[in-house]
């Protein structure tokens, strides 16, 4: 009878069915709303990334005029952004959900490889703007062929030890079929990315900044010397000069590009990290929406780097149109 009591009384329909408190930790899925919106994303915009990029690379490998130092570091920042480009189209294929940890993680790599490749020849492409513009009659010397290919091996050496960090060995053993950045990779190695992705934005910014600040000086005198004796009618948008305001659009979408692609995937990464597992819904935004703004600056790259330098641009039209309009 007493046993009876006991059974009865451990199997009360109000105690029986009270709901075990869940583990306060993030809980990997692979196929959650986040993820859908990422693969659908990804397609348009790797296909975007691959065609611009390849025209580019295409179009300098056919131009003997553009097999210059400025130019080689264009064609690494090409190579690097269609590397991210396929590497979007396997994230697509696999859906984030790759059978081993070392097939997530080689994944992974290739991406984190992309992008550091590419931050890093945007850094290298201004220090050689930078060279270019202040060190005008000793530029040759400077920038030598040596030079530039030591720069491009230590991008491609850097990169790909920093993005296969985790297959060696920096992750997270606990894998459970979910190959997103922040489920795979260990603290440390997050930290690491957070530097080495800011210390490239930084050195672009002081480099635009000086360029910007030393042009403006030129150009301040430049018009006082055409303003001699002339009143001026107009001082163009916002009190700025002509010549002022082209310098300062280029500057703005330079340094904006970077900033409004990468920082707030940098940031937030930061701060889930500070967080800990109390902010796992910024797991899902950062692997999936802020990685997809930072993957948009692949595309951008070409845009600002080739077609916005107006004598690739030129060479571009009139290559266009010597093969549309041969007669003309």
Same mark, same amino acid.
């Given at each position: 009878m007493l046993l009876l009591h006991n059974l009865t009384k451990t199997s009360d329909p109000m105690t029986s069915f009270v709901p075990t408190p869940l583990p306060e930790t993030c809980q990997p899925d692979w196929d959650n709303d986040h993820e859908r919106v990422k693969r659908i994303v990804l397609i348009p915009l790797s296909i975007c990334i691959i065609l611009s990029n390849g025209a580019v690379l295409l179009f300098i490998a056919l131009q003997r005029k553009f097999h210059r130092p400025t130019y080689w570091f264009v064609t690494s920042l090409g190579i690097?952004?269609?590397?991210?480009?396929?590497?979007?189209?396997?994230?697509?294929? /696999?859906? $984030?959900?790759?059978? &081993?940890?070392?097939?997530?993680?080689?994944?992974?790599? +290739?991406?984190?490889?992309? *992008?550091?490749?590419?931050?890093?020849?945007?850094?290298?492409?201004?220090?050689?703007?930078?060279?270019?513009? /202040?060190? $005008?009659?000793?530029? &040759?010397?400077?920038?030598?062929?040596?030079?530039?290919? +030591?720069?491009?091996?230590? *991008?491609?050496?850097?990169?790909?030890?920093?993005?296969?960090?985790?297959?060696?060995?920096?992750?997270?053993a606990n894998y459970n079929q979910y190959c997103s950045f922040l489920f795979v990779v260990s603290p440390g190695y997050v930290v690491l990315i957070f530097i080495i992705g800011v210390v490239p934005i930084l050195i672009v910014f002081v480099i635009y900044v000086r360029l910007y600040c030393s042009a403006r000086g030129h150009i301040k005198r430049i018009d006082a010397l055409e303003q001699l004796g002339v009143t001026r009618k107009s001082s163009g948008i916002f009190g700025i000069s002509a010549r002022n305001w082209k310098s300062v659009k280029t500057l703005l979408c330079v340094i904006g590009c970077l900033l409004i692609t990468w920082c707030p995937f940098l940031i937030a990464t930061v701060v889930q990290l500070v967080s800990g597992e109390k902010a796992c819904f910024l797991k899902e935004i950062i692997g999936t929406y802020l990685l997809i703004l930072g993957f948009s600056n692949s595309f951008l790259n070409p845009l600002i780097y080739a077609v916005g330098t107006k004598d690739f641009r030129d060479n571009f039209k009139s290559t266009i149109k010597r093969q549309c309009c041969p007669a003309s």
């Open positions: 690097a952004d269609m590397c991210i480009g396929f590497v979007s189209i396997g994230t697509v294929a /696999t859906k $984030a959900n790759e059978s &081993t940890l070392n097939v997530c993680l080689v994944r992974i790599g +290739f991406t984190i490889t992309g *992008i550091q490749a590419s931050t890093m020849c945007v850094m290298w492409i201004a220090i050689d703007r930078y060279i270019a513009i /202040t060190r $005008a009659l000793r530029y &040759t010397q400077i920038m030598t062929t040596k030079k530039v290919v +030591f720069a491009m091996v230590w *991008i491609t050496t850097q990169s790909l030890l920093v993005g296969f960090a985790p297959l060696i060995g920096w992750n997270n």
